[in-house]
């Protein structure tokens, strides 16, 4: 079954996507399928910070691991409800959750 997830582009552009929960995937693989600008440079492995973005619903998701952390304090325009989408896996727990992909820095 799909669920909705609300990505905000770097435009604020809001683009509502169906999300498959049946395919192990995560928020960045999700934007890149749609075309939305995240880069997942890494891959999905929160080895860089290409897929930051900020949680803008009030959906309650998984801890940050202690490597999402890291790469987050390495990050550009880090805010208290920023994660890496590499690390938010489709589950129905976060149907209708809003993100806003964060600036890329320089």
Same mark, same amino acid.
């Given at each position: =079954?799909d669920?909705?997830?609300t990505v905000?582009?770097r435009?604020d552009?809001? !683009? /509502?996507l169906d999300?498959? *929960?049946d395919m192990?995937m995560?928020?960045?693989?999700?934007?890149?399928?749609?075309e939305?600008?995240?880069e997942g440079?890494?891959?999905g =492995?929160?080895l860089?910070?290409?897929?930051?973005?900020?949680?803008?619903?009030? !959906? /309650?998701?998984?801890?940050? *691991?202690?490597?999402?952390?890291d790469?987050?304090?390495?990050?550009?325009f880090?805010?208290?409800?920023?994660?890496?989408?590499?690390?938010?896996?489709?589950?129905?727990?976060?149907?209708?959750?809003?993100?806003k992909?964060?600036?890329?820095?320089?």
């Open positions: =079954m669920i909705k997830i905000i582009d435009d552009k809001a !683009h /509502e999300a498959p *929960t192990n995560n928020l960045m693989e999700l934007c890149k399928a749609y939305l600008p995240v440079t890494c891959g =492995m929160a860089c910070s290409t897929c930051h973005c900020y949680v803008q619903s009030e !959906h /309650e998701l998984p801890e940050a *691991t202690e490597d999402e952390e790469m987050l304090d390495q990050a550009f880090v805010e208290d409800n920023s994660r890496l989408g590499c690390q938010i896996k489709l589950a129905d727990e976060i149907d209708g959750l809003i993100v992909l964060a600036p890329v820095g320089e």
